[in-house]
């Protein structure tokens, strides 16, 4: 979580080096420059915005202050697309229907992704370093279990303590170093093993996060498969440079099906701004908008979130939710 990024050292190289391996070090060099473009364009990263990221700019418990977290309780805009993250994260942790789960939030800011598991039935503890984001949370009166404390140093939990894990907006932040005393990839290490111990086998982690560069992917994922976890990098809408979104994987214990990536095509978000007119009548919702349970709605809703998943769902047809008739 934490720091301005130090700077880059280049290594020198002696005259005997350079008198010998002129060719082989300009070719190395060439090829790497080349992976990194590839990689890249891949993710397409927009390096030149580097500038503009939070992280750079203070410590998170510094740069989360009172008035930036009265953003995350006040601005309908953030709000909205922190809920959406959430949903898609809890989406991708694949849990059991119909059950409630023990989850860590971690970087649980105002508590905004904690609403949204709350809203779905689980239980939840999140995890800041920035007590003002706490603060607006206890404000807020949000129904999880709130701890102060600094993800680079450890997840003080006992081992199998929990079902899954989110994180939205987060990991990042411990890619940056302000401190002589904190390694980057050590503070990284530390946080995925200790992580690893807290899930209970099977289990998931998501971390939706926003990559600066490819150099930064490899090293999350690289300290990731060196406590133990498997999984990968799920992208949503890669052809958009705005909708785009990173969420890493990870299977704790027992590796897994990696989730498809969402695009315009597979999935159904966009709202459209104009008014739509139809024959079909709205059915029957409860007071939070939900779809009443067993109904089409609900039934459709839920193999819509199977699919998107990953796993095989059977095609929408005209029975499908169609209530048959009692037998005597």
Not at 190 to 216: D, K, V, W
Not at 303 to 326: I, L, M, S
Request: hydrophobic share 30%; aromatic share 8%.
């Amino acid at each position: 979580m934490l720091k301005k990024t130090s700077p880059c050292r280049r290594l020198p190289m002696t005259s005997s080096a350079c008198s010998h391996h002129t060719c082989d070090y300009y070719s190395s060099v060439l090829i790497c420059i080349k992976l990194q473009t590839l990689v890249l364009n891949q993710f397409n990263i927009n390096m030149s915005s580097s500038c503009r990221r939070p992280e750079h700019s203070a410590p998170p418990e510094v740069f989360y202050n009172e008035e930036e977290a009265r953003k995350y309780s006040q601005n309908s805009r953030m709000i909205e697309i922190q809920t959406q993250m959430s949903e898609r994260a809890v989406e991708l942790l694949c849990l059991p229907e119909d059950q409630p789960c023990y989850l860590l939030d971690v970087g649980c800011g105002s508590g905004l992704s904690g609403d949204y598991l709350s809203e779905v039935g689980h239980y939840w503890v999140g995890v800041d370093i920035s007590t003002a984001m706490l603060d607006v949370a206890l404000d807020r009166d949000v129904e999880g279990d709130l701890i102060l404390g600094d993800m680079g140093e450890g997840m003080p939990f006992r081992p199998g303590m929990f079902d899954g894990c989110v994180s939205i907006s987060a990991l990042q932040w411990l890619c940056n170093a302000d401190k002589k005393t904190h390694s980057p990839p050590k503070r990284l290490y530390r946080f995925f093993s200790t992580l690893y111990s807290s899930l209970a086998r099977g289990a998931r982690a998501i971390f939706q996060i926003y990559p600066e560069n490819s150099e930064q992917l490899e090293l999350i994922t690289g300290q990731a498969m060196k406590a133990g976890f498997t999984g990968g990098m799920v992208v949503d809408y890669p052809n958009s440079s705005k909708a785009k979104k990173f969420f890493l994987c990870l299977f704790a214990g027992v590796s897994g099906v990696l989730p498809k990536g969402l695009d315009s095509e597979s999935a159904d978000r966009s709202v459209s701004n104009q008014a739509q007119f139809t024959t079909q009548r709205s059915r029957f919702k409860n007071m939070k908008g939900k779809s009443v349970k067993k109904s089409k709605d609900w039934i459709v809703d839920k193999k819509e979130r199977r699919r998107r998943q990953g796993k095989d769902v059977r095609a929408d047809t005209k029975y499908t939710g169609r209530r048959r008739r009692p037998h005597f």
